[in-house]
DNA sequence: CCCTGATTCGC
DNA sequence: GCGAATCAGG
């Protein structure tokens, strides 16, 4: 390995940038000890072994019944293994997890549906009350 | 055992 | 100075 100052801003940079020494070799087309081995010459390094780029990434994308109120609508809308699928949300009736709209659905007197009404994925007869829990990214 | 970085040591 | 081998932490 050459190291100019090219290569060696290289280095800095994508050391700076977080990546492990294993990507860096890969990037520069060296062993990762010699990536190590440099950075130690050079003075830099000393960083946590397993270093993991802790910066974006993840977050805001599992949300839908975390963040349902004890009287929030659990009624199901759209499909549960799309991303975008969530809950009703409006405030529901004391006691149970509908709002008054839904209710009405989901406790059908006489085992009958309105026939634009989907099914319940998760009928409140059955659904944990108070204790929804958080089931997506499975 | 996998990963990581740190240090050693022959070249 | 270089980096594979080796060591050590997680």
Redesign the pocket.
């Known amino acids: ?1 050459v ?1 100019n100052d090219d290569t060696v801003e290289r280095l800095k940079k994508l050391w700076a940038d977080g ?5 860096i070799g890969k990037q520069l087309g ?5 990536v ?6 050079l003075g830099l ?7 993991k780029r802790t910066k974006k990434e993840k977050d805001e994308k599992i949300r839908s019944v975390v963040d349902l109120k004890a009287d929030s609508c659990r009624w199901p809308i759209g499909d549960p293994r799309h991303p975008n699928f969530h809950f009703c949300g409006k405030t529901a009736i004391p006691g149970k997890p509908y709002c008054s709209e839904h209710a009405q659905i989901a406790y059908v007197s006489s085992s009958r549906v309105r026939e634009e009404e989907p099914a319940p994925a998760a009928p409140a007869a059955t659904a944990p009350a108070q204790g929804a829990e958080p089931a997506s990214e499975s």
Request: positive net charge; charged residues 25%.
């Open positions: 390995m190291w990546l492990t020494t294993g990507d060296v062993s990762k000890n010699a190590v081995g440099k950075a130690h010459r390094k000393a960083r946590p072994s397993p270093i």
